[in-house]
């Protein structure tokens, strides 16, 4: 079982960064391929970013390419999101997930799910 605890949003303008936190509770993190997933209101979870088990490989959304960064620390059993230049449609409540056998895009290949962070960008 893994337990993933959210972190670091917030209210920012925009132009403005943030660094969003996934602490997770598991005996073995480098297992687990990590992924940010992103909900606007009355729009569906959409993907953001996600790294491999060693940190080694990543993988943006179109986007948010070249404004966000995702890291993991598997020795804290952490995870990061630092985003930069952030937009009022970056607005969302941000979802960390895990899942143990891909480094995939797919909402549906995630078994575990936090229970987010709100960030809001204004204008």
């Known amino acids: 079982q893994v337990q993933l605890v959210e972190s670091g949003g917030g209210l920012v303008q925009a132009g403005g960064s943030l660094r969003l936190s996934c602490a997770a509770s598991v005996r073995t993190f480098s297992n687990y391929v990590m992924g940010w997933f992103r909900q606007a209101p009355g729009k569906e979870r959409e993907f953001v970013a996600t790294i491999n088990w060693r940190g080694a490989s990543t993988l943006y959304a179109d986007s948010v390419q070249g404004r966000f960064t995702i890291s993991r620390d598997n020795a804290k059993n952490i995870m990061y999101l630092q985003m930069n230049s952030l937009k009022p449609e970056d607005t969302a409540v941000y979802y960390c997930?895990?899942?143990?056998?891909?480094?995939?895009?797919?909402?549906?290949?995630?078994?575990?799910w936090g229970q987010g962070t709100q960030v809001t960008v204004s204008s």
């Open positions: 997930a895990a899942n143990f056998y891909y480094f995939s895009a797919r909402r549906d290949q995630y078994d575990y």
